[in-house]
């Protein structure tokens, strides 16, 4: 059974920098797309960043310029690349991976993982 392993995450200071990584694990896959969301406290789930197995990106509005999403495919890794972490920035991370996975495409989810910044 397909889960995602997530790792990174923790505290910081405000203009500090954190990294975080998800890979698929327990079967045999092809990555389509994979990325993170966010759940700030009391707020909805927003989207954090996306990458395609192209190697297309895109970027929620409040973190251009400052996130970078990257994805080694040969690893079948992902990594979130945050800079300049602000207080608002402070929220659970989850990763999820879109998936060809015996003969469907599936969504997974990681189980999340906290960033908290200090101001």
């Known amino acids: 059974q397909v889960h995602l392993v997530e790792s990174g995450g923790g505290s910081v200071q405000a203009g500090g920098s954190l990294t975080l990584t998800c890979a698929p694990s327990?079967?045999?896959?092809?990555?389509?797309?994979m990325g993170w969301y966010r759940q700030p406290p009391g707020k909805d789930r927003e989207l954090v960043a996306t990458?395609?197995?192209?190697?297309?990106?895109n970027y929620g509005d409040v973190v251009k310029g400052r996130f970078t999403i990257s994805l080694d495919s040969a690893a079948n890794t992902a990594y979130l690349q945050m800079n300049s972490l602000k207080p608002e920035d402070t929220a659970v991370y989850y990763c999820f991976a879109d998936l060809q996975y015996y003969s469907g495409n599936y969504d997974f989810w990681g189980q999340g993982t906290q960033v908290t910044v200090s101001s």
């Open positions: 327990g079967g045999t896959f092809t990555i389509n797309t």
């Open positions: 990458i395609s197995k192209g190697k297309q990106s």
